[in-house]
Nanobody, 118 residues
Framework: QVQLVESGGGLVQPGGSLRLSCAAS????????MGWYRQAPGKAREWVAV???????NYADSVKGRFTISRDNAKNTLYLQMNSLKPEDTAVYYC????????????WGQGTQVTVSS
C-alpha cells in the first residue's frame, strides 16, 4: 500500500548538518500533508516537522529554527534539512503522512539513522 523510503542519514558532529530525503508514492503526494518523525532508542516516535502540499510548514519546538522541511511534488520527494545538530537529535528519522501519524498507522518505512556525536 504505502511506500516510503528514507535516506541521507549518517554520523555528524554537534553543530553539523545533514539533509534527509524521503521517496514516497504519488498517491501520498497528491493529497496528503507529509511529515518527518523520529524515534530514539527506548523512546516513543515523535513528530518533528510537517508540510502541506502547498508548502505550509510547522515544526516541533525542539527543532524550530534549525530544521527545514520541504517537498518536491513533481518528484514525489520530501526533504529535511537539519542544521546546528545536537546530540539530542540522534534518532531514526521517518517520513509519513500526517494522517497516518494521527491514526497511529503501522505502515512505516525503515527510516534513516542520524547520529550526532563527537
Amino acid at each position: 500500500q504505502v511506500q516510503l523510503v528514507e535516506s541521507g542519514g549518517g554520523l555528524v558532529q554537534p553543530g553539523g548538518s545533514l539533509r534527509l530525503s524521503c521517496a514516497a508514492s504519488g498517491t501520498i503526494f497528491r493529497s496528503d500533508t507529509m511529515g518527518w518523525y523520529r524515534q530514539a532508542p527506548g523512546k516513543a516516535r515523535e513528530w518533528v516537522a510537517v508540510i502541506t502540499r502547498s508548502g505550509n510548514t510547522n515544526y516541533a519546538d525542539s527543532v524550530k529554527g534549525r530544521f527545514t522541511i520541504s517537498r518536491d511534488n513533481a518528484k514525489n520527494t520530501l526533504y529535511l534539512q537539519m542544521n546546528s545538530l545536537k546530540p539530542e537529535d540522534t534518532a531514526v528519522y521517518y517520513c509519513n503522512t500526517v494522517d497516518a501519524w494521527l491514526r497511529q498507522s503501522s505502515d512505516w518505512g525503515q527510516g534513516t539513522q542520524v547520529t550526532v556525536s563527537s
